[in-house]
Nanobody, 126 residues
Framework: QVHLVESGGGLVQAGGSLRLSCAAS????????MGWFRQRPGKEREFIAA????????GYADSVKGRVTISRDNAKNTVSLQMNSLKPEDTAVYYC???????????????????WGQGTQVTVSS
């Protein structure tokens, strides 16, 4: 059974940083595309970042580009999201997601992902 467990969320002041982590189990991690999504209050789930199976390709939403970095450690079955210069509008529940990849690629649509974590709350105060 696949499990994705996010950690690292919390309360931070605007301009601060957080590093989210997602620990994966029950899957051949190095064969999966990993993504981060978020859901702000009253909004639909939105794409934040994704990384290909070997980490050679990454993609970011325009809203976070330049402030966020996704990385993965296939030896530890983890994917991380380093978030800097946080803004109050970054307040959301952040989700880790996984889907088998068939080439060194990544996906940006939530419908493309098969497995999801429970999410971790990030709150940015002004």
């Amino acid at each position: 059974q696949v499990h994705l467990v996010e950690s690292g969320g919390g309360l931070v002041q605007a301009g601060g940083s957080l590093r989210l982590s997602c620990a994966a189990s029950g899957l051949a991690f190095s064969g999966y595309v990993m993504g981060w999504f978020r859901q702000r209050p009253g909004k639909e789930r939105e794409f934040i970042a994704a990384i290909s199976q070997r980490g050679g390709r990454t993609g970011y939403a325009d809203s976070v580009k330049g402030r966020v970095t996704i990385s993965r450690d296939n030896a530890k079955n983890t994917v991380s999201l380093q978030m800097n210069s946080l803004k109050p509008e970054d307040t959301a529940v952040y989700y880790c997601a996984a889907v088998p990849g068939y080439s060194e690629s990544y996906y940006t649509g939530s419908y493309e992902y098969r497995y999801w974590g429970q999410g971790t709350q990030v709150t940015v105060s002004s």
